[in-house]
């Protein structure tokens, strides 16, 4: 007996509820990277290359997280895009969805260059005679950081904080919360840590507040 498409059940494909716990994960393993990174690499500009050797642990270890935050974080953009639902503008989302993408390839990209410059050492140990290559290497690792990546972070809060107030999927305070974050990513040039830190854990602020919402609409 033949069957049409029309006697199929099919069903529609969920997001898993727990899928939000995607930008916890997230916020702990890019934290940690990052500072693995910061303790590994002087921000001194004249600093000795004496780091290369001390660091490369650190540095290794960084590196295995970064590739399962990244992961983890297309993950959360997929959980907040599922939220928004039919809401979901599309100048808005473009911004959103763009400058997420910006931002995790430029993390890859200097992640990248770190453990080029210690495989680079490690092959050839001379390779800090010419100091002038792991400076470019390092000055070009805090430019995308500090000044691109964070500036892409920024505009990922401010466009998701807008599409947030425009349809009232997120509570108010959450959005004032996410501009004032926002505006601190985009205004400030700092190589200070703790202003590097203020992107992952905005994503676990809000991939609690997802899980909490969750929670209640089960109760």
């Given at each position: ?12 494909l969920?997001?898993p ?37 001390d ?41 959103f969805f ?11 990209v ?7 410059i ?24 805090f ?10 972070a ?6 998701l ?25 985009l205004?400030?040039?700092n ?21 909490v ?7």
């Amino acid at each position: 007996m033949k069957i049409s498409e029309t006697d199929i059940d099919y069903r529609r494909l969920a997001t898993p509820r727990a899928a939000a716990i995607a930008g916890i994960l997230f916020g702990v393993l890019f934290t940690a990277s990052l500072i693995l990174l910061r303790s590994a690499i002087p921000a001194d500009p004249n600093a000795n290359t004496q780091w290369i050797e001390d660091g490369a642990p650190r540095i290794g270890i960084a590196l295995d997280l970064i590739p399962f935050a990244g992961i983890a974080f297309l993950w959360f953009m997929g959980v907040v895009r599922d939220r928004l639902g039919r809401n979901e503008d599309q100048f808005f989302s473009t911004v959103f969805f763009g400058s997420g993408l910006l931002f995790l390839a430029m993390v890859f990209v200097y992640t990248a260059i770190a453990g080029a410059i210690v495989t680079g050492y490690r092959l050839n140990p001379g390779i800090t005679l010419d100091s002038r290559v792991i400076y470019f290497g390092r000055a070009l690792m805090f430019q995308l950081s500090n000044v691109y990546a964070l500036r892409m972070a920024g505009v990922f809060m401010l466009s998701l904080g807008t599409i947030w107030l425009r349809t009232g999927v997120m509570p108010r305070w959450l959005v004032i919360l996410t501009y004032l974050l926002a505006a601190s990513l985009l205004l400030i040039i700092n190589l200070n840590l703790w202003i590097t830190l203020i992107f992952p854990a905005w994503v676990m602020i809000i991939s609690v507040e997802a899980l909490v919402l969750n929670f209640r609409r089960l109760t």
